[in-house]
């Protein structure tokens, strides 16, 4: 299988099952930020995808030409979602779980540890093989009980994270119908 971190183009490694953030923390540390095209490798995304993203209010402007910690952060959360759900309702989402995009007094958590969470849900159901609600409900719990001291509001996320893993593997599910389409459509 090829596995890769979600919202990037970087494949899993056994580092990155607690802290999938700290395999991209490191570039930005030592440039300072990313430059769209850095972005959108890292990504797979088209820069005009991500200059659209950000002309819609749904990531931070950026200061200068490199892309900060808290912009990518939320250009990979969007990206690990819009396979499965349209992109008003990501936005709205973020905005459930953060508030404005611009101002981190509203948030509930910290987007590097809301994308941390996510990828260990996502990598332990991945190695469970199992997607199942109850499991991703009790996986969701038992992170946000972890992590409790760093949650301004434990139930509103519970409800957000099971809809973003949830989305995620329905994305990722749906590349597979893709795939699979496309080797019939090929043989016809």
Same mark, same amino acid.
């Given at each position: 299988?090829?596995?890769?971190?979600?919202?990037?183009?970087?494949?899993?490694?056994?580092? %990155?099952?607690?802290?999938?953030?700290?395999?991209?923390?490191?570039?930005?540390? %030592?440039?300072?930020?990313?430059?769209?095209?850095?972005?959108?490798?890292?990504?797979?995304?088209?820069?005009?995808?991500?200059?659209?993203?950000?002309?819609?209010?749904?990531?931070?402007?950026?200061?200068?030409?490199?892309?900060?910690?808290?912009?990518?952060?939320?250009?990979?959360?969007?990206?690990?979602?819009?396979? %499965?759900?349209?992109?008003?309702?990501?936005?709205?989402?973020?905005?459930?779980?953060?508030?404005?995009?611009?101002?981190?007094?509203?948030?509930?958590?910290?987007? =590097?540890?809301?994308?941390? =969470?996510?990828?260990?849900?996502?990598?332990? %159901?991945?190695?469970?093989?199992?997607?199942?609600?109850?499991?991703?409900?009790?996986?969701?719990?038992?992170?946000?009980?972890?992590?409790?001291?760093?949650?301004?509001?434990?139930?509103?996320?519970?409800?957000?994270?099971?809809?973003?893993?949830?989305?995620?593997?329905?994305?990722?599910?749906?590349?597979?119908?893709?795939?699979?389409?496309?080797? =019939?459509?090929?043989?016809?």
């Amino acid at each position: 299988m090829n596995r890769l971190i979600p919202g990037t183009t970087i494949k899993f490694t056994e580092q %990155a099952r607690e802290s999938a953030f700290s395999m991209i923390a490191p570039v930005l540390e %030592a440039t300072g930020g990313l430059t769209l095209s850095q972005l959108s490798k890292l990504t797979g995304l088209e820069g005009t995808t991500i200059q659209n993203w950000i002309k819609r209010g749904w990531v931070s402007a950026t200061k200068g030409k490199k892309y900060s910690e808290k912009q990518i952060l939320r250009i990979l959360l969007i990206n690990m979602l819009r396979k %499965a759900m349209k992109l008003d309702d990501i936005a709205k989402l973020m905005v459930y779980i953060n508030g404005d995009v611009e101002d981190t007094s509203d948030d509930i958590i910290e987007e =590097i540890l809301l994308y941390d =969470i996510l990828c260990r849900i996502i990598f332990t %159901a991945e190695d469970e093989g199992a997607f199942q609600s109850e499991h991703i409900k009790e996986l969701v719990d038992r992170e946000v009980n972890e992590n409790r001291k760093e949650i301004v509001d434990d139930d509103k996320l519970r409800k957000a994270m099971f809809v973003m893993v949830m989305g995620y593997r329905s994305g990722c599910l749906r590349t597979e119908m893709e795939k699979g389409l496309e080797v =019939i459509l090929d043989e016809m």
